[in-house]
């Protein structure tokens, strides 16, 4: 079983360590990790040389975090993808064996989830948020209900499903709701809190105007 695990970026150097070091030291060895970076302008191009020998990277003027993403599922030799924001992470060092085990247990299954907590940008833990099974209905009634700071998704649902929409903002909300209702019982929750996003005041999110 091998994980893909794709990091988008652009101007990353405040957090990326951070979100790398969090994979690299997972206590599970079958996994890749993808960065694609947009044309980074600070240091962030400096910090992915350093880690040269332990990743796969790309560094190019693209079209936003969704094109990037994209990229990086075409990249992927695992079975199994995810995305992490380049500054998010995980937050256990079994985070990826927790996985596994659940992949294991529930073959069926195409979607995992497991619990996330909300840091602040020096990772002082905000607050938790849980998660149930995922479904359809319940992502369409309450929003976005999803987080990918701890989630994998079987790479063929790319090949039935296609990629990403760039749709710039809440993709990952179009893509969770598109793998749902394609296939309503393939989602499975893992009661364990694995991953952490990050708040901070220049992350996308924070910053999308009315127009987005």
């Known amino acids: 079983m091998k994980f893909s695990v794709?990091?988008?970026v652009f101007?990353?150097?405040?957090y990326i360590k951070k979100c790398l070091d969090s994979i690299l030291n997972q206590n599970f060895n079958d996994y890749e990790v993808i960065v694609i970076d947009g044309g980074s302008k600070d240091e962030?191009?400096?910090?992915?040389?350093?880690?040269?020998?332990?990743?796969?990277?790309?560094?190019?003027?693209?079209?936003g975090q969704a094109e990037a993403i994209n990229k990086g599922i075409l990249f992927a030799k695992g079975e199994w993808i995810a995305w992490q924001n380049s500054d998010d992470y995980y937050c256990d060092e079994n985070a990826f064996?927790?996985?596994?085990?659940?992949?294991?247990?529930k073959p069926q299954k195409k979607l995992f989830i497991a619990n996330i907590n909300l840091v602040d940008n020096s990772n002082k833990i905000l607050r938790d948020v849980k998660y149930l099974k995922p479904s359809f209905t319940s992502l369409l009634y309450e929003g976005m209900t999803l987080t990918n700071q701890?989630?994998?998704?079987?790479?063929?649902?790319?090949?039935?499903?296609?990629?990403?929409?760039?749709?710039?903002?809440?993709?990952?909300?179009e893509w969770f709701l598109r793998i749902l209702s394609n296939y309503p019982d393939s989602g499975y929750n893992i009661n364990k809190t694995l991953g952490c996003f990050r708040l901070h005041s220049k992350q996308k999110s924070q910053n999308q105007n009315f127009k987005q």
Do not use: H, V
Request: aromatic share 14%; with cysteine.
């Open 97 to 105: 064996l927790y996985f596994m085990q659940a992949i294991e247990k």
């Open 150 to 173: 701890a989630c994998f998704w079987k790479k063929e649902l790319n090949d039935k499903l296609g990629l990403l929409k760039n749709t710039k903002l809440n993709f990952e909300y």
């Open 6 to 8: 794709i990091i988008p």
């Open 11 to 14: 101007n990353g150097e405040l």
């Open 44 to 63: 962030t191009i400096k910090i992915l040389r350093s880690y040269e020998n332990k990743i796969k990277w790309i560094s190019e003027k693209d079209d």
